[in-house]
């Protein structure tokens, strides 16, 4: 069985919650759109990294515009995947939730 290729336009996309907007709420939101193949809450000035796969770079800014239709968030930066590493092991299992600290509200 051979592995799918990726679309032509893969990117990482950073996006900010504005402080009243649950993580629940947000992560549901990504769940509805098909091209978010991975998101993780970070560290740092963005609050998730997200991994799309687009067709074209117009779907791309389709997905973009769709992200941002969530009430609350921010784009940061999107930036293209140019190439990727073979060669890696695949990517570990996921941080469980229990882990996982909620997100400060802002004062």
């Known amino acids: 069985m051979s592995a ?3 679309s032509p336009v ?5 996006v ?3 402080p009243w907007l649950r993580c629940q ?3 549901q939101w990504l769940r509805a759109i098909p091209a978010v193949l991975a998101a993780a809450l970070i560290t740092g000035e963005a609050d998730y990294e997200l991994r ?8 791309l800014g389709d997905v973009l515009t769709r992200v ?7 784009l940061e930066s999107t930036t293209l995947v140019l190439h990727e590493v073979a060669g890696l092991p695949p990517r ?6 229990r882990v996982t600290t909620k ?3 802002m004062m």
């Open 4 to 6: 799918i290729a990726p």
């Open 68 to 74: 941002c239709e969530c009430r609350g968030v921010e």
């Open 103 to 105: 997100r400060p509200l």
């Open 25 to 27: 709420a947000f992560e």
């Open 52 to 59: 799309v796969d687009c067709p074209s770079f117009t779907d």
């Open 10 to 14: 893969q990117a990482i996309v950073r």
């Open 92 to 97: 570990g299992t996921p941080v469980q939730e």
């Open 16 to 18: 900010r919650l504005a």
